[in-house]
C-alpha cells in the first residue's frame, strides 16, 4: 500500500509540465514552437538560457524528490528507483498534457539521482563531455544513457536496479528516434550558449 502511494505520487509529481507553465508564463506555447518538446532544450531556444535552466533544474528535481522521499521512507533502492521512474512516466505521459511530454532526460537524471547517486554523477559527466566535443544534446544524452547500466556494475548497486536501468535505457532510445532520425540526416539542431 505504502508503495503503490509512492508511485502514484512519483507519477503526479512527475507529470506537472514545468516546461510548458514557464513558457505559457511568457506567452509562448513551448508545445507549438522548435521541437514541441517541453523539455529544457526547447525552452532554452525558445526563451534563453536561464529559464531553460530553470526547467531543466525543476525537471531533474521532480525525478529526484520522490525518489529520495521514497529510499527515505523504504531505505530499498528499488523502490526509490521505481518511484522516481513513475516520475519519469508522468513527464512523459502528462495527463495535463492530453497524455504528452518530454523525453524523460532531466527527469530520469533526478530519478538516479534520487536513487543510485554516484551513477547518475557519473553519467552527467559523460553528458557533458559529449557536449563539449559533438554540441548535439540529444546525442549527448543517448550517449549518457548508454554508459548507465556499465556505471552500475562499476559502483555494485542492486542488480535488479541495474536491469531496470538497462531498461530505463531502451526507453531512452525509443523517445529520441526523432532525433537519431535528424542525427543521421544531419538536420539535427546543435547547442550553443550564444
Request: one cysteine or more; charged letters at 10%; a positive charge.
Amino acid at each position: 500500500m505504502l508503495l503503490t502511494a509512492l508511485l502514484i505520487g512519483g507519477y503526479i509529481v512527475g507529470s506537472i509540465p514545468f516546461g510548458y507553465l514557464v513558457a505559457r508564463a511568457r506567452g509562448i506555447d513551448i508545445l507549438q514552437f522548435g521541437s514541441g518538446n517541453i523539455g529544457a532544450t526547447n525552452v532554452y531556444r525558445a526563451l534563453g538560457k536561464w529559464l531553460g535552466l530553470l526547467v531543466f533544474l525543476l525537471d531533474v528535481s521532480k525525478g529526484m524528490v520522490p525518489a529520495a522521499i521514497a529510499y527515505s521512507v523504504t531505505s530499498s533502492q528499488g523502490a526509490a528507483f521505481s518511484v522516481g521512474m513513475a516520475a519519469v512516466v508522468g513527464h512523459c505521459l502528462s495527463p495535463f498534457l492530453k497524455f504528452k511530454g518530454g523525453k524523460g532526460i532531466a527527469t530520469g537524471l533526478g530519478a538516479v539521482l534520487g536513487s543510485a547517486p554516484f551513477v547518475a554523477l557519473g553519467a552527467f559527466g559523460i553528458f557533458l563531455v559529449m557536449i563539449v566535443i559533438t554540441r548535439y544534446v540529444s546525442l549527448s544524452s543517448l550517449v549518457a544513457t548508454a554508459f548507465i547500466v556499465p556505471l552500475g556494475i562499476i559502483f555494485h548497486i542492486d542488480p535488479n536496479v541495474n536491469w531496470a536501468l538497462g531498461l530505463l535505457t531502451l526507453f531512452v532510445l525509443y523517445r529520441h528516434v526523432p532525433n537519431i532520425k535528424r542525427l543521421l540526416a544531419g538536420s539535427e539542431p546543435k547547442f550553443s550558449l550564444r
